[in-house]
């Protein structure tokens, strides 16, 4: 079997989901390739080797820049804030590596498009972590939509509900709370939480052509935890778009981290005329499927239990009847990356994807100043 050897930068909550998929993607996908935890970066030389220590990559590095020079790392793996991508990215393009990025691409479509063009001028293969394509039921779903079960699509439906920011003391910035700092994150709900439903939308349905937005931010000064100062919010805490498909379909996208009692509440429906199909990711392992063609009186909504080897990806895993979970959404990432590598057809999301949705995070946010509607550049 090959090596691929990973440098990953970032040991937070996706560094944890990233070297669990790495670890584990060769236990149970056959591939020519087989990832090797060659070393993680991060700035505290303690807790980084501690990090390493406890997930089996072989070295560390502080300085991310010394990572993307090292002979002996073929792939950089991008799970550092949103403000740390574009100039990691470029760098590990520069220097010949493959790159993941961590969603969003960029902190906005401009930064996106600097990086989409490095990797492309460096001809490098490339993946942004838009992982929830890759849980079972969303690839079923995608299966079903591609093969007309639904017939011409009329609506889109998707909200990422959160309720984590509620109080006016909590902080903004640092550790745990970049989230909350426009100059780290790019923006609020919208680049962090709708990029992931924009993302399955396109995938699922097409591009997306026009919108018009609104946002909100609840909360308008909060303490910085890294200067001490009480300064201005500049996130959106709540952002909801009307949008056009190309493909004459109209949709709603809300999101929001003040829905009290949600606390990752992703869901999706697609209305068809023959049917319609629903999701959500608390309860993942289900896909709810109407078909109006069924017979009359038994007609009605099918929930799936996705857990049938001839499911997406579950012949890979246990028995019929048995659930997987989120941190598998990441694996199958990984299991499909390297089948490409194989193959030579390196599968979605690319870079160019990422962009994709980056220009309808900025159309949304620039629609909800404007109060206009707004046509989507396309990548
Ligand atoms: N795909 C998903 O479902 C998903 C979920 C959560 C987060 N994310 C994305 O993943 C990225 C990381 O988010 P997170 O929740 O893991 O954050 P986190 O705060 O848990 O972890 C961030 C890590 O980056 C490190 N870091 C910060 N600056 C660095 C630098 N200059 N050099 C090296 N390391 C640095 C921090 O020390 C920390 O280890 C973000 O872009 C976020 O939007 C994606």
């Known amino acids: 079997m090959k090596k691929l050897n990973i440098g990953l930068v970032g040991y937070g909550f996706m560094g944890r989901a990233h070297s669990h998929a790495f ?50 790392v073929d792939l950089i793996d991008i799970a550092s804030p949103n403000d740390t991508h574009a100039e990691i990215a470029i760098a590990a393009a520069k220097n010949g590596k493959m790159v993941f990025c961590e969603k969003p691409l960029g902190l906005n479509a401009a930064e996106s498009e600097k990086i989409v063009k490095a990797v492309e001028k460096a001809g490098v293969p490339n993946m942004v972590w838009y992982n929830y394509r890759r849980l079972p039921a969303v690839t079923l779903a995608k299966q079903l939509v591609d093969e007309g079960k639904l017939g011409r699509i009329f609506h889109y439906r998707a909200k990422f509900l959160q309720d984590w920011t509620i109080s006016k003391d909590l902080p903004q910035g640092g550790a745990g709370l970049w989230r909350l700092d426009v100059k780290v994150a790019g923006s609020g709900v919208t680049g962090d939480l709708l990029a992931h439903c924009i993302d399955t939308a396109m995938w699922l349905n097409g591009d997306i052509e026009s919108v018009t937005g609104m946002t909100e931010t609840f909360v308008k ?59 959500d990711l608390e309860n993942l392992h289900l896909l709810q499927y109407f078909d109006h063609r069924d017979e009359g009186a038994t007609r009605g909504w099918r929930s799936i239990h996705i857990t049938d080897s001839d499911h997406p990806y579950m012949k890979h895993w246990w028995v019929p009847g048995l659930q997987i979970g989120y941190e598998h959404s990441f694996i199958h990432q990984v299991a499909d990356f390297l089948q490409g590598l194989e193959t030579g057809k390196i599968p ?32």
Not at 30 to 48: G, T
Not at 229 to 238: F, H, L, N, S, W
Not at 369 to 379: E, I, L, M, P, Y
């Open 23 to 72: 670890r584990t993607v060769s236990k149970f996908f056959d591939a020519a390739y087989e990832p090797v935890l060659k070393a993680v970066c991060a700035r505290d030389a303690s807790k980084v080797k501690d990090f390493a220590a406890q997930w089996g990559w072989e070295s560390v590095e502080t300085d991310w820049k010394t990572l993307v020079k090292r002979k002996d």
């Open 221 to 279: 000064q909060r303490k910085h935890a890294l200067t001490g100062k009480v300064e201005k919010v500049g996130i959106d805490d709540a952002s909801a778009f009307l949008a056009r498909f190309k493909n004459g379909s109209l949709a709603t996208f809300e999101s929001t981290r003040y829905a009290r009692g949600h606390k990752a509440l992703y869901t999706f429906e697609i209305n068809g005329e023959h049917g319609s199909i629903a999701w």
């Open 348 to 379: 979605g999301p690319s870079f160019r994807d990422g962009l994709a949705t980056d220009y309808v995070t900025d159309a949304v946010l620039s629609s909800a100043k404007s109060g206009k509607w707004v046509k989507v550049k396309q990548a």
